[in-house]
């Protein structure tokens, strides 16, 4: 593995350095290169270096600009503006850097100089209960996450806390109890995902409608709930059974989802049930907590409810019951002190914002969340139908989020199957197997081609067309190139750093080399859709490229048709590197 340091960054030092020598006391300060229109890079930063050094930034940039030898990095550097410097690379850096990347398994991309442990919080749908397009949103965004981060070098632990606890069970719990055989499976029979939920819907409708007709059966599953809590060995082996039973279920959506879910890293609500009490002791130890109406809350300045009155968070109910809060606290302490977490990210809803603001808060204030721990919650807007509003069935009701994955598929198969009319390349089985790839692939590029803050319309005639920003566009790109470098004979990609390069080929060139640079950005500020932009601008130039200059047909001299098949070979290693990191397949063929 050898990292390769990007053209970018050897241009901002060799600026630094010249700046430091032309101005002592700016020594240090960053240049602020970036890439421009009128040359490759500008740098930014020198204008206001000069003003607080009091010297003239005309003067201050032409200084550095003697100060900088041109040759085998840099071919022009010029002052422009009021003290901007505009800097163009030479061809042969270019082809130079990115043959460097090309013989290395991780494209160059360098790790992280000091990683830390990340505890991320994703895909946590809930028990006995189906799976909805939020959570969708935080497994998918969440998975590319773990992908991003992972390849910067970070230590990435994965926690699904899933809805497993709470009041709720009591009902079906008993309910069970009273038809024990409901649950059962034939022993020689594997039960799918569908009849799982599907058992469990019937349980729930049959055991809510015991629990609103009948006074005694209400009782009787109150009475359960004290009995779980109490750790009651029949109670909680009851309550086992809805869990592996939910688990068949999220399993197989995780599955159809193309997203490995390890049974280790879920750990739901009841997971932290045992640190419960003493979460809830320090606090009111320490008086972060205090007691309201016989209520365990925590109060903030500047958490009101509509009356003006302060809203607390409520740790522990007057009753002695515990809920979400104390169970996120105590997941606090267990991640930062038992699992050594120096970030923490939530991928949860934009709606329980107000929540983790609470819970962070009180974790500071009880001091579990020192200084050197991130806490962050990855907030996701709502999924929307095409007409704007939350997205529900024509009756109202929540999608089920299986029958949306099915149908992305039979349109992603339609469309692969359609196109491949024209050329009869694939096998049935291919068409079936690319239409999984591009319908799942379809579905989790929508998701993360927006900033996960902002709400977004699911809309499926959209998410598989073949032109615009969609992952059907970027696996076309990426299977096109596939083709190209099988369809050109003798001819292998060579690079050639002596050949002048055309500006598409240029263009192309600068981008893969900020391959690695756009991961750090999109890894520190959480944002996968950066990738997304990234890949999609990779495929456009790409396009002009393979348009401006040709590859194969007409046929050019070979040493720059050996150095375009390199072009090409790099575009669809960065391509499908950029699209595992979203979770989503590039097919060789399509
Ligand atoms: N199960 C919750 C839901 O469906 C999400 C859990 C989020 N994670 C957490 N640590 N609270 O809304």
Known sequence: MASVPSLASS??????????SALPEAGGADPLLRRS????????????????????PRELATTVVEGIATGELIREIEVSGPGFLNITITDRAIVETLAARAGDDRLGVPLAANPGTTVIDYAQPNVAKEMHVGHLRSAVIGAAMVEILEFTGEKVVRRHHIGDWGTQFGMLIQYLMEHPHELDHKSDEEVSGEEAMSNLNRLYK?????????????????????????????????????????????YSVFNK???????????????????????????EESGVAVRSNGALCVFFDDVKGPDGNPTPLIVQKSDGGFGYAATDLSAIRNRVVDLGATELIYVVDARQSLHFKMVFETARRAGWLGDGVKAVQLAFGTVLGKDGKPFKTREGETVRLVDLLDEAVDRATAVVREKDKE???LTEQEIV????QVGIGAVKYADLSTSAARDYKFDLDQMVSLTGDTSVYLQYAYARIKSILRNAGDRSPVAHPELELAPAERALGLHLDHFGELIDEAAAEHAPHKVAAYLYQLASLFTTFYT?????????????????LFLCDLTARTLSKGMSLLGIRTPEKL
């Open 11 to 20: 241009v901002n030092q060799r600026v630094a350095d010249a700046l430091a």
């Open 37 to 56: 229109d009128r040359a490759d890079f500008q740098a930014n930063g020198i204008l206001a270096l000069a003003k607080k050094a009091k010297a003239n």
């Open 206 to 250: 049959a055991s809510r409608g015991l629990f609103d007709s009948d006074e005694e059966f209400k009782t009787r599953a109150r009475a359960r709930v004290v009995d779980l809590q109490a750790g009651d060995a029949e109670t909680l082996a009851l309550w086992q059974r809805f869990v592996d039973e939910s688990k068949i279920y999220f």
């Open 257 to 283: 989802l193309d997203m490995d879910i390890q049974d280790q890293d879920v750990v739901g609500e009841s997971g932290y049930n045992d640190m419960l009490v003493e979460t809830c002791k320090l606090l």
């Open 423 to 425: 050329r009869g390349l």
């Open 433 to 436: 197997e690319n239409g999984l």
């Open 548 to 564: 401006e200059c040709p590859v194969v047909k007409p046929e050019p001299e070979l040493v720059v048709g050996e150095n375009r």
